[in-house]
Structure formats: structure tokens, C-alpha cells
């Protein structure tokens, strides 16, 4: 309702507020969870025995809360707290329309990791805060970030070739360079997949055995392409003379080197394909806020924004069919 009101009002200080509101609902939402989300079971077990087996600045917040006896869930507030104030910071500075941008976030990775794989919550949101200084070419303060970023999930180290990206249109050379190099990423993963994932050979063993046997993953994979190139139509059918604006090139190139990730490696490793593209997927949000921002007729824009709501709820059936899901509350308990 907030992003088409948006759209239709063009109000910064509606969309400041707006944006304010959703950060604080999806704040509560994550941090007062109780048994929701594929990992809560390692995560708790983590923070009632204390842990040095996941990445050292995670490690060190979850044992310092747990030490300090914190109920667990004012520990999610806390982490939850860091994660989406950086996400609030990233749009605020880089998207002109806001709320769409959070709305993208939610229906996905929101789901995926801050009420799953906390670590890489954390990780994603540091890296596109650091893209401010990837921007400004401060390369110390970038490389800075990124490395915090890894050490709450190692796989933010991919994170570094967004710097190096072109701010521009792809010249023939970038893009035989490209090719060459996811494929050979692509030739290679097999041989480093287990160091990507879980760090261990009892979790490597998991996402790379049980999921890549999953019966309908080629389906799997066609949907992910789709959904992640409506964004793609969406600049070429709307955004053509607007993608050279500003910094809107450059956050598309992100999204497309993203989007060669997936491609070249989820049929490899889902958990790979959609870990590693997710720190340069996640740049849609900024892209579809701007699109709409430029966007001067009013009904296209509440098309677009239809389209993105149609690609939402799509997602969002897909996580309600997931047993691990269903939502409680720490509420609930009482």
C-alpha cells in the first residue's frame, strides 16, 4: 500500500517516513521470532553454548550476549538493529523512491537470511552500505568494510569486484573479459565449493549433496532467471534514457555481474549460486527506486510497481508453502 502511495504522491518526506515505519516493523518481526526460519535451530544453539565454529565477528557478539545471559531475542533485536539500519542508510543515500526498494528486500533476502542465515544478513547489509566509498573510488575505506563484512559471512569477500566494475556501458573487451572469467568460475567451483559454504565437511556435505539432488531444481533455476530478469525488462522497457543518470549504470552493472553468478553456478551448487549473487542482486532495490523515481507517467509507474508487487507475492507463497516459516512470536509464550 506504502509503495504505491509512493509513486502516486512523489512526497520525500512521505517516503522518508514511510521507509522509517517499515524498518521498524520488519525490525520486530525478525527480532521477536521465535522457531522461524531453516537455521533457527543452529543459531540458538550457538548462542546457549557459546560458538568459535562460524566467523569471527558473529562469534564474537553471539559469546559476548550469550556470557552476558541476554535472552536470545533481544540478541536478534540487536543484530537485527545493525542490519537494517545500514539497509535504511544504503536507500536513504541511493535510491530516490524508497519504499519499493524495501519492499523488494523484504519479499527475499529479508526472509532468506535476517529470519534465517543471520550472518549473512549482516554481511550483505555492510556491503552495500560500503558501496558509498566504492563510488567516491576510496578504495582503504571499501576494502575496509568488505573485510568486516567477511568476517561475518567469508563469502562478502566476493564483494570486491564490485569496485572494480565499470561505471559505464560494458566495452566488447569488459565483456570477453567477463565471459572468460565466470567461465572459468564457473569451471572451478567445484574444487573451492566446499570452502564457499559452510566451512566445514559435515555442511559442505549438505548443500552440496542434498540440494543439488533436489527433483526439480532445473525448474528451480528457470524461475530464478526469470524472476531476476523482470528488473532487466523493466530498464529496457522504461529506463533507457535514464540509465545513464547519475549512478544508475553502475548499480546495473552490479545487478547483471549479480545475475552471471546465478547463472553460472547454481546448477553447480543452488546454495553457491544464490549466496554469491545475493550481495549484487540485492542492488535491485536501488535500480527499481530510481526507475521509478524517473519515471515521469503516472500509470506506468503503477504498472512497474504492479509488476514488482505481482513478483512479491510470488516470492512470498513460495516461503508460506515452508514449514520453517509459520511465524511465531517470543509473544506467543506468554
Not at 2 to 7: D, G, K, R, S
Not at 76 to 89: Q, R
Amino acid at each position: 500500500m506504502l509503495a504505491y502511495i509512493e509513486v502516486i504522491v512523489k512526497d520525500k518526506e512521505f517516503s522518508r517516513n514511510s521507509l522509517s515505519f517499515v524498518c521498524i516493523v520488519m525490525w520486530l518481526l525478525a527480532g521477536l521470532r521465535y522457531k522461524v526460519g531453516a537455521d533457527w535451530n543452529s543459531y540458538f544453539e550457538f548462542y546457549q553454548e557459546t560458538t568459535d565454529a562460524v566467523e569471527i565477528g558473529y562469534a564474537t557478539l553471539n559469546n559476548v550476549f550469550s556470557k552476558l545471559s541476554v535472552p536470545y531475542n533481544v540478541f536478534l533485536l540487536f543484530i537485527n538493529g545493525i542490519s537494517l539500519i545500514l539497509m535504511y542508510i544504503f536507500l536513504r543515500k541511493h535510491s530516490l523512491v524508497l519504499v519499493i526498494g524495501m519492499l523488494i528486500f523484504y519479499s527475499d533476502l529479508f526472509l532468506y537470511f535476517n529470519l534465517s542465515g543471520i550472518r549473512q544478513a549482516i554481511a550483505t547489509a555492510i556491503t552495500c552500505y560500503s558501496i558509498t566509498y566504492a563510488i567516491n573510488r576510496q578504495f582503504v575505506k571499501f576494502s575496509l568494510l568488505v573485510v568486516l563484512a567477511s568476517c561475518f559471512h567469508l563469502t562478502a569477500l566476493v564483494f570486491f569486484a564490485a569496485y572494480f566494475l565499470p561505471r559505464k556501458k560494458f566495452s566488447t573487451f569488459q565483456l570477453l573479459f567477463f565471459a572468460g572469467g565466470f567461465l572459468s568460475f564457473s569451471f572451478f567451483i567445484n574444487y573451492f565449493s566446499e570452502l564457499i559454504t559452510l566451512y566445514t565437511m559435515k555442511n559442505a556435505e549438505f548443500y552440496l549433496t542434498q540440494q543439488v539432488k533436489s527433483e526439480n531444481l532445473l525448474g528451480l533455476f528457470y524461475v530464478g532467471i526469470a524472476k531476476r530478469l523482470i528488473i532487466v525488462g523493466l530498464i529496457f522497457g522504461f529506463g533507457r534514457k535514464i540509465i545513464n543518470n547519475g549512478n544508475f549504470r553502475y548499480f546495473f552493472n552490479i545487478y547483471l555481474f549479480g545475475l552471471a553468478i546465478y547463472l553460472t553456478s547454481y546448477m553447480i551448487s543452488p546454495d553457491i549460486g544464490v549466496r554469491l549473487s545475493s550481495y549484487f542482486i540485492t542492488f535491485e532495490m536501488v535500480i527499481a527506486g530510481n526507475l521509478l523515481y524517473f519515471t515521469k507517467s503516472r500509470n506506468t509507474r503503477l504498472l512497474i510497481v504492479t509488476i514488482f508487487f505481482a513478483v512479491v507475492m510470488y516470492k512470498l507463497l513460495g516461503y508460506s508453502k515452508d514449514e520453517t516459516y509459520v511465524y511465531h512470536s517470543i509473544i506467543d509464550l506468554f
